[in-house]
């Protein structure tokens, strides 16, 4: 059965927003798109996707452990997949980034380097919003920031600068 | 019943003429950038380099005073144009309402000559994606933008140029090319074209086609603005980043498209790495001098008119 375009849309959005997914939407995408050229393509989408996480996550799991990124992650999934509350996310943002601080420069600024290279546009923006609200003036901090908009930030964040 | 149906057909085409001119009547407004915050002192010092300014929409929702004041200083002193990130016309679900009325409130207020969204969709299945993310190029997809850009139209009224994006991926299963899409959606939907020159230029290099056959296939008379911008390459693929002056090439594109079509508008785009103003404005007076050695020429689209 051909997907419509609505479909095909909704499993682009959910590859593209949320990096914990992406294994298993490629998986179900190369079992469920039945039209072949669709699939084609959104497996071209999402490896693309899967590349560029794989070049930073693995430097993440080394250096940041168990504690920012994964506390931050867990923040987020506290609230779930459905669409929560910016301003909450937001605010769970600046409670998670107010925390030890224990992250290597070199890989913040690997996300950095990552977000100047995606989306880089929304990305400032989000970046230069949330400094702003949370008052982070140090450089390290400012960089943590970039590592949380890149991870958790997606598109919704732009619209707030 | 024959008399009737010619009288039809007149009208027809009349009503098609006049939508028509609307976008070929759009005053031509010459070149200026994308206003970016840093530059919000300077552009007043350099204010005689800049025929008219973008702004970016979205940067000034649910803005604080100061962001309104800014964006009213802007206005009383430029002719701004709003361009919209995120109202995702090519959305099956639809365009957001909130966005929508906070997007008209923007362009309401700086009342433009016209403004500009993207031929994208940014969200899907209740996921903003923060991509600009291309469509399939298909029947479906033509009806999807044509009912979100009616709701669009109704809630702003100023006419609507949309821009074409790059593209991360292309879908195999278009059924229209690309020429033929934008020719029927301008068309269809009354709209201009805000033809993003460095995206045609990359899409041109990522998919390996030549951009002029393509460019020549535009419907000429809806071109109405232009966007250009320098990127960098990343893994084999140009990425339109702009954080790098235009390359050549762009400006060798650049320079078909004025002699194609009677652009109204040009604007250069940067986003990363902002130089100073002093050097934003050698590519703008650059794209001046090309803007209006066009006009002297005085292109086959003027002498049509």
């Given at each position: 059965m051909e997907r419509s375009l609505a479909e095909l849309q909704s499993e682009i959005a959910r590859c593209l927003a949320d990096p914990d997914l992406i294994d298993d939407a490629l998986k179900s995408t190369l079992q469920d798109f039945s039209l072949q050229e669709l699939h084609a393509a959104a497996e071209t989408l999402i490896r693309k996707r899967v590349a560029r996480l794989r070049h930073v996550l693995p430097r993440t799991s080394r250096s940041l452990g168990t504690t920012f990124s994964e506390r931050c992650r867990q923040a987020f999934r506290s609230r779930g997949t459905?669409?929560?509350?910016l301003q909450d996310d937001i605010d769970a943002l600046g409670r998670e980034m107010r925390g030890d601080g224990s992250v290597s420069p070199c890989v913040i600024e690997t996300y950095r380097w990552e977000c100047l290279r995606h989306d880089s546009m929304n990305r400032n923006w989000a970046f230069r919003w949330l400094v702003k609200r949370y008052d982070f003036e140090s450089e390290e901090r400012k960089l943590q920031l970039w590592c949380v908009v890149k991870i958790f930030g997606r598109g919704k964040l732009w619209r707030l600068w | 019943m024959a008399a009737a149906t010619a009288v039809a057909a007149e009208v027809v085409v009349a009503d098609a003429e006049a939508a028509i001119n609307t976008i070929t009547n759009l005053p031509r407004l010459g070149v200026g950038f994308g206003f970016r915050d840093r530059y919000h002192t300077d552009v007043f010092v350099h204010r005689s380099s800049i025929d008219f300014l973008e702004i970016t929409a979205d940067h000034f929702f649910d803005a604080s005073r100061a962001k309104r004041e800014q964006l009213e200083l802007l206005s009383r002193n430029f002719t701004l144009i709003p361009h919209g990130?995120?109202?995702?016309?090519?959305s099956a679900e639809g365009i957001d309402d909130v966005y929508l009325r906070q997007l008209a409130d923007i362009v309401s207020a700086v009342s433009p000559p016209w403004w500009s969204e993207h031929i994208a969709f940014t969200h899907a299945g209740g996921i903003d994606i923060g991509h600009l993310t291309s469509l399939p190029r298909t029947k479906e997809s033509l009806a999807v933008l044509g009912r979100n850009i009616r709701r669009a139209k109704a809630a702003i009224p100023m006419p609507l140029i949309l821009e074409n994006i790059t593209e991360s991926i292309r879908y195999p299963g278009d059924q229209i090319d690309e020429a033929s899409f934008l020719g029927e959606l301008l068309e269809e939907n009354d709209c201009g074209l805000l033809l993003d020159v460095t995206n045609l230029y990359t899409n041109s290099v990522n998919y390996r086609f030549d951009p002029l056959p393509l460019l020549w296939r535009l419907p000429r008379e809806r071109i109405v603005q232009l966007h250009f911008a320098g990127g960098h390459w990343q893994d084999e693929t140009l990425i339109d980043?702009?954080?790098t002056p235009a390359c050549e090439e762009v400006w060798s594109l650049l320079r078909e498209v004025l002699a194609y079509a009677d652009v109204r508008g040009i604007i250069l785009e940067r986003d990363?790495?902002?130089?100073p103003l002093t050097e934003i404005l050698i590519e703008v007076n650059r794209a001046r001098e090309m803007y209006l050695q066009a006009k002297s020429n005085n292109h086959p689209a003027s002498r049509e008119g």
């Open positions: 459905t669409t929560p509350s | 990130l995120s109202l995702s016309l090519g980043s702009h954080s990363e790495k902002l130089p």
